[in-house]
């Protein structure tokens, strides 16, 4: 399904992509009410995103308003705009491992 594909990203335009959103749920859904298309759309946004447009919106808001709040937290915040630095030496988790060329003389008994 197209609407499932077409998550919200930052470099969208929040009011095209709310609009666009709202017109594949009103054809695959005739009878859905706001409530349930606002938890839709919220849904195919990212994490810290969603979250971000839960605290500022009310459940029965309007699309108009959904837009407007993707609009002002994209203008003033940098959710979703940068991915977090990671040193590549972060990545794994490094082993030293340390190889003898000769290995080392057993001894034959004690000394003393």
Known sequence: MSFENDKYSVDKDPYEWCLRQSKR???????????????????????????????RCNHNCTLHDIANTLQDVRKRTNIGKFTPYRSSSFKEKQTFRVEFKDKPKERSGRSG
């Open 25 to 55: 749920l009103k054809a695959i859904y005739t009878e859905m009410n706001t409530k349930m298309r606002n938890h839709k759309l919220l849904t195919q946004m990212p994490g810290e995103l969603e979250h971000a447009v839960k605290c």
